[in-house]
């Protein structure tokens, strides 16, 4: 036989706890909430810093480049693409570099969206220009996947914009340059 007391202790204690539980888990709700806020704010204002972050270095110095230097790099070797230009290629030719430098500098930011890109094969390119004896910092193209450009501050694309590789072949003296010259070509295609 349950005494009354008893009963009573149980069904309060079961009460005190549950009202505990909801208690922490408020709490804990709304401690979560706030810093989503404030991580989703501080994301809106590393974006805003961003859209507003003045020009690249070397988008503000164009004018006085006059050497570029670009090296290819290939992650996966074992897939064997062929080129029809060596790994390393320079140019002097202030006009065309020039040209490049502001065709990087209007290469679009690449979207915030999601993407279905083709399959990266790892070819890029490493491009260093300089003026005088001042060398700017590296920009990397991806020759193939999304296409992503890295080194003038935010991220950029070349996919939506084939006359790039136009314009940077020419520089580097290749000859029919186009987006398909600086994927390569598989071996026995």
Not at 99 to 109: D, K, N, S, T, Y
Not at 149 to 154: A, E, F, I, S
């Amino acid at each position: 036989m349950i005494h009354r007391t008893t009963l009573s202790r149980t069904a309060v204690f079961s009460l005190a706890v549950l009202v505990l539980v909801l208690v922490l888990v408020s709490i804990f709700a709304f401690v979560m909430s706030d810093t989503a806020s404030r991580a989703g704010a501080s994301a809106q204002l590393t974006l805003a810093q961003t859209e507003s972050s003045p020009a690249p270095l070397l988008c503000q110095n164009i004018r006085s480049l006059d050497h570029l230097r670009a090296h290819r790099a290939n992650a996966f070797p074992q897939n064997r693409e062929v080129f029809g230009f060596g790994i390393n290629r320079s140019s002097s030719d202030t006009m065309l570099i020039r040209e490049v430098a502001r065709a990087l500098c209007a290469l679009p930011r690449f979207p915030n969206a999601t993407l279905h890109c083709p399959a990266d094969l790892g070819i890029s390119y490493q491009l260093t220009f300089s003026a005088r004896s001042r060398t700017f910092p590296q920009v990397t193209l991806e020759a193939t996947g999304c296409e992503t450009v890295h080194g003038l501050g935010t991220t950029r694309w070349t996919a939506e914009s084939p006359k790039f590789w136009i314009e940077l072949g020419r520089a580097l003296n290749i000859a029919h340059p186009s987006s398909v010259t600086f994927r390569g070509v598989a071996r026995g295609v």
